[in-house]
């Protein structure tokens, strides 16, 4: 894990520890008012939420505990965690941009990815012109990088 990524799942459990928490203990509280819990959706979907929260809380929690913080490296000469590599796609012609981060991290709308995912690991230690096979579920297909950040 960055130490970007440790920062925010520390500020992320804070929240949800602190402010979230509250606030469902307060919704379940004015659901328990209205009466019969038995046929009341507003309690039942409190729950479910404090449920939820709480597995999140547990997930971020030992996260935090069992992290392995990456140091910064500012060596652009090979792709590692914390990169920003722009690829080509021969098959598709077209240009892609990752940031390879930690598992924890993974964020598919922003390109963030794995070290472990498929690409990310064909990726790593591999310089600027280098070409390497992704190997994908679905089958292989390669890729050139064209810049690391």
């Given amino acids: 894990m960055t130490q970007e990524g440790y920062d925010e799942a520390v500020k992320k459990l804070d929240y949800l520890t602190k402010v979230k928490r509250a606030e469902i203990v307060a919704r379940i509280q004015e659901a328990r008012s209205h009466g019969d819990l038995s046929e009341n959706a507003e309690y039942d979907a409190a729950r479910n ?6 597995g999140e809380i547990a997930e ?11 140091s910064d490296n500012d060596d652009n000469t090979a ?9 080509y796609d021969e098959e598709f012609e077209e240009e892609a941009t990752y940031t390879i981060k930690g598992t924890t991290e993974v964020n598919a709308m922003e390109n963030i990815i794995s070290n472990e995912s498929p690409v990310g690991a064909a990726l790593l230690r591999h310089k600027k012109g280098d070409t390497v096979t992704v190997k994908a579920p679905d ?11």
């Fill in 60 to 70: 971020l929690d030992y996260n935090i505990k069992n992290a392995v913080i990456i």
């Fill in 49 to 54: 939420e404090q449920a939820a929260n709480e």
């Fill in 79 to 87: 792709v590692h965690i914390g990169s920003v590599v722009t690829v």
């Fill in 139 to 149: 089958g292989e297909y390669t890729l050139k990088i064209l810049k690391i950040d």
